[in-house]
């Protein structure tokens, strides 16, 4: 009886399910109907925004290139990117009207300008018009503790729709890897649409970390000690990876800055047939001019670090390294050494970070052997480099590595962190003779800075003179040569 009545039950239950179900596909047939009506709306005002902005005084249509880039005032490597490429455009076409989106809601637009000028020896031929973002607080990782790739990226489509309504562009270039935004200009405003990837939002490498249950600076001990947070926390990356592909997908020019970043891209994003590896300007002429002949300094050794104040550029390890290889030299009888960390900070979480390394410095007892220059003129930059003897890098697959260039140009002896571009693309043998070196845990760091110092001169030079001759495949003029005839595409 019992049995009998719970199939009634079962068989009304569907019956009633059944009921709903074309009424259900008839209103959801409806508001997709609504929907695709609001995007035309909207896709129709975009193009009357468009033909209103491009148009001159003359009454003829103007080109607009616009640039996505909320941290344009940031002295890193991908801002340096961001200026050469605007140098480039408007040498080749000086009649369109360049839009930069910002968030530097801080500063002016000439102060911006200013500051390029001042940091990268950089001066723009033509005007550049400033769209302030006042939402680039939705990209900032500090608003979102967990699922931070999921809500940077959802952050950055919100501000790609602020800058979208602010100026419709006819070129659109993602030159900060804001690939989210992308779908958004090319299919609502019709835009073409380029990306400059510096670094994967997501790669098979940060996968592998979880799968593999290794603690990193964005996978907490927490997650690797658990096995059913480590599986969660890995179907979220397959997922995320996914759907970041088809955002990038969209694009219809890719450029990225390395090897390691074309081999990632071209698995996730899958177009290879619009991706190009486009190395990142490096301004290796202005540091040509310091002599090579003689060793920089005869009171000691100067190492430098170049790189922007972030979690990724693993300042501490290099602290670490530091502070093993001072113990060293009391065994060893080396000359006084002195740690320069150099690199720019953008917000109040990189100022932190600063603080936090201090700390360790002091903690550590080095704090008197080392110095701090944050967001420091190019001049003050190349007079450290000029005397500098070692160049240290330690972050794990750094997808370029600017600082590592300029070192190289600078006659620094460099040391590197194993993986990523500086592996494969950049301390690499020059006609077979060495460049550099390369490292990974604190003691091979240590290790390696004590056998460079106690080379000999003549050893390090020949180093030095190699690894300045390898560098001219990453300055200004080769970058511009193959960003614009990446772009072409983007013009036709």
């Known amino acids: ?15 009633f399910f059944y009921s709903l179900f074309f009424p259900g596909l008839i209103v959801c047939g409806v508001l997709c109907v609504c929907l695709l009506i609001v995007l035309w709306g909207i896709r129709l005002l975009l193009q009357r925004k468009k033909k209103s902005g491009s148009a001159s005084k003359t009454g003829k249509n103007r080109t ?33 009207v360049y839009v930069v989106y910002t968030g530097d809601a801080d500063v002016s637009g000439q102060q911006i300008l200013e500051g390029a000028f001042r940091r990268f020896n950089i001066r723009l031929t033509c005007p550049v018009k400033f769209v302030l973002l006042r939402k680039r607080y939705l990209v900032e990782d500090s608003l979102y503790p967990h699922f931070t790739l999921l809500g940077q990226s959802l952050g950055s489509i919100f501000l790609g729709w602020e800058a979208l309504m602010q100026c419709v562009p006819d070129v659109y270039i993602d030159s900060m ?19 400059y990837v510096h670094y994967p939002t997501i790669s098979t490498d940060m996968l592998s970390v979880v799968k593999n249950q290794n603690v990193r600076f964005n996978n907490a001990a927490f997650i690797t000690r658990n096995p059913f947070l480590s599986k969660v926390k890995l179907i979220y990356y397959y997922l995320f990876a996914f759907i970041y592909g088809l955002a990038g997908s969209c694009s219809d020019v890719v450029m990225v800055n390395s090897t390691w970043t074309l081999n990632h891209i071209l698995s996730l994003w899958k177009v290879g047939n619009c991706t190009n590896v ?12 310091i ?18 104040f972030r979690p990724e550029k693993n300042h501490p390890l290099q602290i670490r390294a530091f502070a093993k290889l001072l113990n060293k030299k009391e065994a060893e009888s080396l000359p006084p050494l002195k740690l320069v960390l150099i690199g720019g900070c953008r917000n109040q979480d990189d100022e932190l970070r600063v603080n936090q390394l201090r700390r360790l410095s002091e903690d550590l007892g080095v704090q008197e052997d080392m110095e701090f220059k944050i967001n420091i003129p190019f001049d003050e930059l190349k007079n450290y480099l000029s005397e500098a003897t070692v160049g240290l890098h330690t972050m794990w697959n750094e997808h370029f590595g600017i600082g590592i260039v300029e070192c190289m140009a600078a006659g620094t002896i460099v040391l590197a962190h194993n993986s990523g571009g500086p592996k494969l693309d950049i301390v690499v043998p020059h006609q077979g003779e060495r460049t550099g070196f390369l490292a990974e845990s604190e003691e091979d760091y240590a290790e390696t800075m004590a056998h460079i110092l106690s080379m000999s001169a003549e050893k390090r030079l020949q180093i030095r003179n190699n690894a300045r001759a390898s560098v001219s495949r990453f300055s200004d003029q080769e970058f511009e040569v193959t960003f614009l005839t990446s772009v072409e595409k983007l013009f036709q």
């Open 64 to 96: 607009v290139i616009a640039f996505f880039h909320p941290y344009c005032n940031a002295g890193g490597g991908g801002e340096r990117v961001l200026w050469c490429a605007l140098r480039a455009l408007q040498k080749k076409y000086p009649e369109a």
């Open 278 to 289: 486009v190395y990142p300007p490096c301004d290796v002429q202005t540091f040509l001019d």
């Open 177 to 195: 890897g804001y690939a989210f935004t992308l779908p958004l200009f090319r299919y609502l405003g019709r835009c073409r649409v380029g990306s």
């Open 1 to 15: 009886m019992a049995v009998a009545a719970s199939g009634w039950y079962l068989g009304e239950l569907l019956r």
């Open 291 to 308: 002599p090579l002949h003689k060793e920089k300094t005869t009171s000691g050794h100067l190492l430098v670090s170049i790189g922007q």
